[in-house]
């Protein structure tokens, strides 16, 4: 199988999620002459080009022809006129790899009219770091070799997730809208340090930290969330005092309504 280091890839939108993937693509081993980037912005590209080495166009059709790999970082009201531009410029058994937030992989299929292998691919802001968590579902055309490729090309930026595509609202609501609620929790938690004497900078160091720190114990231990925080709640001790509170304003119960309202709003506007 081939890697896609060996592929010739052209993004489309080269804004910041766009940006980040290039990026990441390059930083993995992505020879930069085999990308090209696309977008109406001509800062957005002039940045892209300086930063990554990359090719740049303003031509969507100059852009996709000979392609293996054409990645939608478009916005998803721009996307019937875009894809019925590019259809005709596309290389046979092209992927079409779409991060187009609500568009489903049908609605892509219908709107290219040939039957291009079709993945579709949420990630969320932390691509910007090299963090991301994706989720992917594959369209009617998509065989497992291309939903690995599509893996490769999205884990330059993070880990990865397989779902069904009925799955990608709940997806939107916990991976891509949680960043918004972590940046909450640890301002909230630096406002707790300040409140009880830490200077600001202080607190948000040691609260951003923390955080880090705990997400990555429980991405490498195995263990279960539960687990961990019973390691660390001692009896009679401060953290299971703080642990009470949270459970008094009803801590579990917030996020939890969180991810569903978010989840709720991501079906409403993908109607």
Known sequence: MNTIQ???????????????????????????????????????????????????????????????????????????????????ALKPGCLILSIMAGVRTAAIESTLGQPFPVVRAMPNLMAQVRSAA???????????????TARQVLGAVGSTVVVEEKQMDAVTGLSGSGPGYIFVLIDALADGGVKMGLPKPVALQLAAQTVLGA?????????????????????GGTTIAG?????????????????????????????
């Open 6 to 88: 060996n592929m010739r890839i052209a993004v489309i939108g080269a804004g910041n999620m766009g940006g980040a993937l290039i990026g990441g693509l390059v930083e993995s081993g992505t020879p930069p002459a085999n990308l090209i980037a696309s977008d109406v912005v001509a800062a957005a590209l002039e940045s892209t080009a300086r930063q990554w080495g990359v090719e740049t166009t303003q031509d969507n059709l100059a852009a996709v022809q000979g392609r293996d790999i054409v990645l939608l970082a478009i916005k998803p009201q721009v996307a019937p006129e875009t894809l019925a531009h590019i259809a005709p």
């Open 215 to 235: 997400a990555r114990m429980a991405m490498e231990s195995g263990e279960h969330p539960a687990a961990l925080k019973d390691r660390v709640t001692s009896p």
């Open 243 to 271: 642990l009470h509170a949270l459970e008094q304003k009803g801590f579990r119960d917030a996020l939890m309504s969180a991810v569903e309202a978010a989840t709720k709003r991501s079906m409403e506007l993908g109607n």
């Open 134 to 148: 994706s989720a992917l579902c594959p369209g009617r055309h998509a065989t497992a070799e291309h939903l690995e």
